[in-house]
T-cell receptor, first 109, second 115 residues
Framework: GQNIDQPTEMTATEGAIVQINCTYQ??????LFWYQQHAGEAPTFLSY????GLEEKGRFSSFLSRSKGYSYLLLKELQMKDSASYLC??????????FGRGTSLIVHP | GAGVSQSPSNKVTEKGKDVELRCDPI?????LYWYRQSLGQGLEFLIY????????KSGLPSDRFSAERTGGSVSTLTIQRTQQEDSAVYLC?????????????FGPGTRLTVT
């Protein structure tokens, strides 16, 4: 089976940096995805990691450690529009992404 | 180009009725996925298609749920004899391939309410 854990909710201040963690236990591993989902909308792709290390893309970065079953999404220079749910999804042996419950991020002024 | 579309966007039905949800994936995407999301919950995997075949139906919650895909394109998810616990947002996603790091493109979802 697969188990993906991430915090339920986080709050941060506009302009700050926030790190959203994700730990996973899967049967096989073929990559880890992060998606952003605004309330009432569909998830949209943010990042994909299959090798260890940090992938940077603008204000967002994603890190993976396969040996630790751990990833984080780093958001810099937070903006109010970053308030959303952030979903960690792991592609296991079947290649079908399994999603965590998501972390609701609230950015306040 | 056009993204993934789903219809209807909202569906209210009475308990016991059958419903059919439709998904139009991005042209050329061979992989298609159905998920459902209940309020405050994560995405629950239902079924995956590669082309017209469904190698993984493990997520379908009961035999009241079925899905098909024709022409390697449009997919329909059918729920028979709906129950109140079927109320959720049903999301469809497509990707270029079913293996490897292909990102999924999600449709806007169908919000199903069973009264």
């Amino acid at each position: 089976g697969q188990n993906i854990d991430q915090p339920t909710e986080m709050t941060a201040t506009e302009g700050a940096i926030v790190q959203i963690n994700c730990t996973y236990q899967t049967s096989g591993f073929n990559g880890l995805f992060w998606y952003q989902q605004h309330a009432g909308e569909a998830p949209t792709f943010l990042s994909y990691n299959v090798l260890d290390g940090l992938e940077e893309k603008g204000r967002f970065s994603s890190f993976l450690s396969r040996s630790k079953g751990y990833s984080y999404l780093l958001l810099k220079e937070l903006q109010m529009k970053d308030s959303a749910s952030y979903l960690c999804a792991v592609s296991g042996g079947s290649y079908i992404p399994t999603f965590g419950r998501g972390t609701s991020l609230i950015v306040h002024p | 180009g056009a993204g993934v579309s789903q219809s209807p966007s909202n569906k209210v039905t009475e308990k016991g009725k059958d419903v059919e949800l439709r998904c139009d994936p991005i042209s050329g995407h061979t992989a298609l996925y159905w998920y459902r999301q209940s309020l405050g919950q994560g995405l629950e995997f239902l079924i995956y298609f590669q082309g017209n075949s469904a190698p993984d139906k493990s997520g379908l919650p009961s035999d009241r749920f079925s899905a098909e895909r024709t022409g390697g394109s449009v997919s329909t998810l059918t729920i028979q004899r709906t129950q109140q616990e079927d109320s959720a947002v049903y999301l469809c996603a497509s990707s270029l391939g079913g293996t490897g790091g292909y990102e999924q493109y999600f449709g806007p979802g169908t919000r199903l309410t069973v009264t």
